[in-house]
Nanobody, 128 residues
Framework: QVQLVESGGGLVQAGGSLRLSCAASGRTFSSYAMGWFRQAPGKEREFVASISASAATTVYADSVKGRFTVSRANAKNTVYLQMNSLQPEDTAVYYC?????????????????????WGQGTQVTVSS
């Protein structure tokens, strides 16, 4: 059974930084791309960033490009999201997810349907 556990959320002032972590267990972490998504109050969940299984390739939503950095430590079964220059519009519950098994499981993806395991989420609140 795959488990994903996020941590690192909290309250921060605009312009500040946070680092989210997602610890994975249950299957070979280094074989799967990982993604970060977020859901703001009253909005649908949206893609934030994704990283390939080897960490060679990353993909970002336009809204976070240049401010957020996704990385991973396969030896620790952990994926990270470094968030800098945070703005109130970044306020959301942030979720990590693991790609589905299959031909493209190693490659990053923007679509929620490409992921089959999700964490419980961690709240990020940015005050103005």
């Amino acid at each position: 059974q795959v488990q994903l556990v996020e941590s690192g959320g909290g309250l921060v002032q605009a312009g500040g930084s946070l680092r989210l972590s997602c610890a994975a267990s249950g299957r070979t972490f280094s074989s799967y791309a990982m993604g970060w998504f977020r859901q703001a109050p009253g909005k649908e969940r949206e893609f934030v960033a994704s990283i390939s299984a080897s960490a060679a390739t990353t993909v970002y939503a336009d809204s976070v490009k240049g401010r957020f950095t996704v990385s991973r430590a396969n030896a620790k079964n952990t994926v990270y999201l470094q968030m800098n220059s945070l703005q109130p519009e970044d306020t959301a519950v942030y979720y990590c997810a693991q790609k589905r098994s299959g031909g493209s499981s190693w490659y990053p993806g923007r679509e929620q349907g490409d992921y089959d395991y999700w964490g419980q989420g961690t709240q990020v609140t940015v005050s103005s």
